[in-house]
């Protein structure tokens, strides 16, 4: 790789610079500069706001309106960054730059990487046009989650599908949780009989995490839901409201067609494109991080956190909840020659919505270990309760707005 960068600024080199200005981004910025507030930081990150995207299950069960899931970027940003409203095309890792979609190049004494994962829509033939119409929604976008309640509230009878891609994405759960909240309306509303769901899902089974099968199971069961395992979307023609899946089986694959009446669509994800290309990447694509430490593999002065990254946790909010401190110590401790001091053990959390008022809050982390916040008398994360639902539709948002992107490391 080329270590010239004509349009870098010799006389400016930041402390740290940030990729990203989602959760990971701006709660790692504000954590940094509750540790060493004069901190020279840059944040890139093109968007104009920011998006609470646990939220948008909630705007697909019409719990929340989706206004709520928003906020304008600048309100999130720290004031004391230098904010550049750009895309990050490359990093030099041995020049120590990031060069930007504006022709600027960013020089650094230590990067994060929190860029996030891309959604692949155009992964799934016909999808991309079918969004919107025609039954077809996901609530992995901001825009479709209303599309979603009102599909769940307007649909009287008919197929009900709901995909789950290949593994890794961003929220495991969030596929089921948008099948139970729609059956819990459509329970409620005397339509079940008349209404068939089904459960697409890529993988061989219902969660990753065997202690909450059990759990979700039951729900599956009170339900009536059709769980077809090995059925991996291909296809979807929304005018004729047919899917297509690839569907495993001992003897090989097959393509099945499946009618639908209602169609929710999670899509595979994938790295961001520039992470190999800047050689950052593992096998995968996805960001070679140490699994605790979260810094680089082979590039000791670049660290990240969040959805990108290649560690072994769940992609969720509330991983980035307690990724953000570690890497903030251990950033901080790099800068002044201290040996790393923090650990990231996996943590994520998925609070799984299996019916309006009721959640199952998992909690694990690397290989599958669990570890819940709570003592099993305020909540056991292995059946539903009211209290998770409290937390998830009360205390997360504002915990989210008020403290995690504000550097308050709440029980992390």
């Known amino acids: 790789m080329s270590a010239q960068h004509p349009a870098a600024n010799d006389s400016v080199i930041f402390d740290v610079v940030i990729i990203g200005g989602g959760a990971g981004g701006i709660s790692v910025a504000a954590s940094l500069l509750k540790r060493q507030p004069d901190l020279r930081i840059a944040v890139v990150e093109p968007a104009d706001h920011h998006f609470y995207q646990p939220g948008w299950t909630m705007v697909g069960g019409g719990i929340f309106t989706p206004e709520f899931t928003r906020k304008p970027m600048a ?103 948008a099948m139970y909240l729609a059956c819990d309306y459509w329970r409620k ?109 082979r590039y000791p002065h670049i660290f990240g956190l969040g959805d990108a990254s290649g560690t072994a946790n769940a992609k969720t909010a509330a991983a980035v909840r307690k990724q953000a401190p570690v890497v903030a110590n251990n950033v901080v401790a790099s800068l002044n020659d201290k040996p790393l001091s923090a650990d990231y053990f996996g943590y994520g959390s998925c609070p799984l919505t299996v019916e309006r008022g009721k959640i199952v809050l998992a909690e694990f982390g690397y290989n599958g270990q669990l570890q819940p916040t709570f003592p099993k008398w305020v909540n056991d994360g292995t059946r539903p309760t009211s209290a998770a639902w409290k937390l998830k539709a009360q205390a997360l948002p504002w915990v989210y707005w008020r403290l995690m992107l504000r550097g308050k490391e709440w029980l992390s």
């Open 75 to 177: 309100e999130v940003m720290p004031d004391d960054v230098a904010w550049h409203q750009t895309k990050a095309e490359r990093i030099d890792p041995d020049a120590e730059c990031v060069e930007l979609a504006n022709g600027e190049a960013l020089r650094y004494r230590r990067l994060i990487v929190a860029p996030g994962l891309v959604i692949d829509w155009t992964a799934i033939s016909g999808l991309e046009e079918a969004l919107g119409a025609n039954g077809v929604t996901s609530n992995y976008r901001y825009d479709l989650a209303p599309y979603t309640w009102s599909l769940v509230q307007s649909l009287k009878q008919g197929n009900a599908l709901f995909t789950q891609p290949p593994m890794p994405i961003k929220c495991a759960g969030a596929p089921q949780k």
């Open 189 to 297: 509303q005397g339509r079940l009989g008349q209404i068939k769901p089904a459960f697409c899902n890529a993988g061989e089974v219902l969660f990753g995490v065997k202690e909450y099968v059990p759990a979700l199971q039951s729900y599956i069961e009170r339900y009536g839901i059709e769980t077809a395992y090995k059925h991996r979307l291909t296809a979807v023609d929304g005018t004729a409201k047919v899917a297509l899946f690839d569907v495993a089986g001992e003897s090989g694959s097959q393509t099945v067609e499946r009618p639908f009446d209602m169609l929710h669509v999670v899509p595979p994800q994938k790295a961001p494109a520039f992470i190999a290309a800047s050689g950052l990447g593992n096998a995968g694509g996805w960001l070679d991080l140490d699994a605790n430490t979260l810094q680089h593999a």
